[in-house]
């Protein structure tokens, strides 16, 4: 009898296994990323983001959000369309770990490319990287310090 009531609790016990938190999540936990969080959702794209993947996502910070006038930045949230191009402009697929990063450009799924330089620390266009590696199940995010903006 001990060992079925064992043999269940152990079973019961897998079934509750923790699932490693995907990209939105992770941002979402990090606690300084609230303007992204809403403007994914403004856009739709929090689906997408808790997809399969893998996303290299390169994220501003509530701080790089702040840099934008908010009159600018309220009309770009309300701006589907224009919203969706910014936000996919800071990804890149497939996994790019700090260690993999090299000079030269990036396919976002935007469709446009990133330049990164690595002589004065990693930039992406013209944000600095802050913050390298936060790895989530379906991919991983470097903080950048500024909002990219595709041409």
Excluded: C, E, R
């Amino acid at each position: 009898m001990k060992k079925a009531l064992i043999a269940s609790i152990l079973a019961f016990g897998m079934t509750l296994s923790v699932q490693a938190a995907d990209i939105v999540d992770t941002a979402v936990s990090a606690g300084s990323f609230k303007t992204l969080a809403t403007a994914l959702g403004a856009a739709g794209l929090v689906d997408t983001l808790k997809g399969k993947g893998p996303f290299t996502v390169f994220a501003p910070n509530d701080a790089a959000f702040a840099k934008i006038p908010k009159a600018d930045l309220d009309a770009l949230l309300k701006d589907k369309a224009k919203l969706t191009a910014v936000l996919t402009y800071h990804v890149v697929p497939g996994k790019v770990m700090a260690a993999d990063v090299k000079a030269g450009k990036l396919k976002t799924v935007q469709g446009s490319d990133l330049t990164i330089t690595t002589s004065n620390g990693v930039m992406v266009n013209n944000a600095k990287v802050i913050k390298t590696d936060i790895v989530a199940d379906n991919g991983v995010i470097h903080v950048i310090d500024t909002v990219l903006m595709p041409k």
